[in-house]
């Protein structure tokens, strides 16, 4: 009888940088570990502000984000997804439920389950633009924003990282749709007058 060998995990876009114009590049990281907090009515009311994990505060603002390691992204009155490059996904969880220690609320590793792309250059805001709604001006979509939308028809969360960088974060299954649909989308960007 042959041998059985267990299967390894693999990424679901191989790492790399892809440049698609002078303007334009996409960017796979290699696999980040995701942890998606969730706190209690009766904790929110408990200033989670005060909550450090790995010496990061918890963003008190809704659509805010807050880092470098792990990077904290507040989503929603009552959930955050945190995320840290290099790092093993049992390691961010252990950090942040030592952070939440005697704390209502729920700690899920998704780092098998989400995927993502960055994107840099002077056209990232010009390609997003074509598949969301989202006003990306530096004024309304800060370096320190984030959001959960609808992009591509997928629904994506979207962290600017810098003035002409994001991070796009979609579930795994989606995410060569994602990436070919970025790569297809910038046709033309760095023909525009």
């Known amino acids: 009888m042959p041998e059985v060998a267990p299967l390894e995990p693999q990424p679901v876009l191989p790492p790399g940088t892809l440049t698609l114009s002078p303007r334009l590049r996409l960017t796979v990281p290699p696999p980040l570990a995701w942890v998606r907090l969730q706190l209690s009515a009766r904790e929110l009311a408990a200033a989670p502000a005060a909550l450090r994990v790995g010496g990061i505060p918890l963003p008190d603002r809704?659509?805010?984000?807050?880092?470098?390691?792990?990077?904290?992204?507040?989503?929603?009155?009552?959930?955050w997804m945190l995320q840290a490059s290099g790092m093993e996904p049992a390691r961010l969880v252990a950090m942040t439920a030592t952070a939440c220690t005697g704390r209502a609320g729920a700690i899920t590793d998704l780092s098998d389950a989400l995927a993502t792309i960055a994107?840099?250059?002077?056209?990232?805001?010009?390609?997003?633009?074509?598949?969301?709604?989202?006003?990306?001006?530096?004024?309304?979509?800060?370096?320190?924003?984030?959001?959960?939308?609808?992009?591509?028809?997928?629904?994506?969360?979207?962290?600017?990282?810098?003035?002409?960088?994001y991070e796009l974060t979609v579930e795994a299954s989606a995410a060569r749709w994602l990436y070919d649909w970025l790569v297809d989308a910038a046709a033309g960007l760095d023909h525009r007058e």
Do not use: E, M, Y
């Open 62 to 79: 809704i659509n805010r984000w807050a880092g470098p390691i792990p990077v904290i992204c507040r989503i929603a009155p009552d959930l």
């Open 119 to 165: 994107l840099t250059g002077d056209d990232a805001t010009a390609l997003l633009a074509r598949g969301c709604g989202l006003d990306l001006s530096p004024a309304a979509f800060p370096p320190d924003a984030c959001t959960r939308t609808r992009f591509a028809q997928l629904a994506v969360l979207v962290r600017r990282t810098a003035i002409d960088g």
